[in-house]
């Protein structure tokens, strides 16, 4: 089998999504997930420009091989972008090795490790009484565990809160990034209250998350992480920018509070100081930015060793594409955590077509050969393009801060 094309799609179902298309002289076709949110046509042109090419003809089931080639073979290694690219690639080659096999990829992976698997949701508000209408709302629904965002009092606009009623979306269309304000005095003075609210309204069963979204300094984190101890968090998330892994020491220290980080990473080396050395819980990278199917497995089999459980981000940013691959992983490794699931628009589910199924809290993915997606390309064409920025933060001096 030879992979003989491969271009990329870039649509706007309610948000921006980049796709890649990989066909074969079998008449087979693989699909990725190559949006990286905010950067979405850098991606476009590394694919289109410079890695596109490498692949044409080399066998498709080669994905060790062709995941080496294009991480070492290009010299210039990791970063978002890259990692992005060479992610939505290997994902394609995953769906077409299980599409020419006719079966679905987790059963390339090491096979059914379980039945269903556990996902979380967001429920959020501008203030404590929304935010907790909105956590009943999700367990109306079946929802077993929920991430809970809120307004902060006296902080005008804060990360994870929509301003109008519906889908929260940080990514805001326009030439450039809208400026938020923080301030994390107030948030700390306020977060531990409305946790303790939450589990006193809706008890100890519910697994509760919230996501900082790295706003804080390990001290300041070793106090929220301390102060949320009562209410028995799934995890607390993103507490610290992470670039520095030597200060999640201080956090681990003073808090019981599990600890999930890794969004933004894109290599095993952006974890494996943090897992090898107990700091944290949970591993949040996902497959579209952690580079793809094949090194994360290898990130899955290093947590593993270390009591470390996935938690693979699975934002509206990322199409059905990426969910779906983290679905396969997720069936098919053995410490796998919980999946996150913000949902998706009418538009985005009118573009993808999906074999997966969501219900009460939990995925149940289908035995739909490859990945089970597929994209609408006419559908997509309706949808266009348009630059999304997510926004910048300041602090209410104006100092530029972390968002
Ligand atoms: O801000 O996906 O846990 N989820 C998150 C997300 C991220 C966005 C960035 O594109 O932190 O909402
Ligand atoms: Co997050």
Redesign the pocket.
């Known amino acids: 089998m030879k992979i003989t094309s491969a271009d990329v799609i870039v649509c706007s179902p309610g948000r921006n999504y980049v796709t890649i298309k990989i066909e074969t002289d079998k008449g087979i076709y693989g699909l990725g997930d190559a949006t990286l949110n905010g950067r979405e046509l850098s991606v476009v042109s590394y694919l289109r420009d410079h890695l596109i090419p490498c692949i044409l003809e080399r066998d498709p089931f080669d994905t060790e091989d062709i995941w080496h080639y294009l991480y070492r073979g290009v010299y210039w290694r990791r970063g978002a972008v890259n990692m992005t690219a060479i992610g939505a690639i290997d994902m394609a080659l995953w769906d077409i090795k299980g599409k020419a096999l006719g079966v679905p990829v987790y059963k390339l992976l090491g096979g059914k490790s379980r039945e269903r698997l556990l996902a979380y949701t967001h429920a959020q508000g501008i203030d404590t009484a929304e935010t907790m209408e909105a956590v009943a709302e999700k367990l109306e629904k079946g929802y077993k565990a929920v ?1 809970v965002q809120s307004g902060v009092p006296g902080v005008e606009k804060v990360y ?1 809160v929509s301003g109008e009623a519906g889908q929260y979306e940080p990514a805001v269309k326009g030439n450039k990034p809208v400026e938020e304000t923080w301030d994390t005095n107030k948030y700390l003075n306020y977060i531990p209250g409305l946790f303790s609210k939450v589990r006193e309204r809706f008890g100890e069963e519910v697994h509760l998350l919230h ?1 900082s ?1 790295h706003r804080l300094t390990p001290i300041e984190a070793a106090r929220l992480g301390k102060e949320l101890e009562p209410y028995h968090l799934f995890w607390l ?2 507490l610290i920018p992470a670039e520095n892994q030597e200060s999640l020491k201080i956090v681990r220290q003073h808090t019981t509070t599990p600890i ?1 980080i890794g ?1 933004v990473f894109n290599t095993i080396y952006d974890c494996q100081d943090l897992i090898s050395n107990g700091l944290v819980d949970y591993i ?1 990278m996902t497959i579209a930015h952690g580079g793809g199917i094949t090194p994360m497995l290898k990130v899955a089999s290093l947590a593993a060793l270390h009591h470390v459980k996935t938690g693979c ?1 699975g ?1 509206s940013d990322l199409s059905p594409i990426n969910l779906a691959a983290c679905l396969h992983f997720g069936t098919a490794i053995n410490n796998f955590g919980i999946q ?1 699931y913000m949902g998706y628009s009418d538009a985005t589910m009118e573009v993808f077509t999906v074999g997966y199924s969501f219900s009460r809290g939990y995925f149940n993915l289908m035995e739909t050969p490859g990945l089970g997606v597929d994209i609408n390309f006419k559908k997509a064409k309706q949808y266009e393009y348009g630059p999304a920025y997510l926004p910048v933060n300041r602090l209410e001096d104006g100092t530029l801060y972390n968002w």
Do not use: I
Request: charged share 60%; proline share 8%.
């Open positions: 991430r994870g996501d979204h998330e993103d999930a969004e949040r981000h934002p996150e």
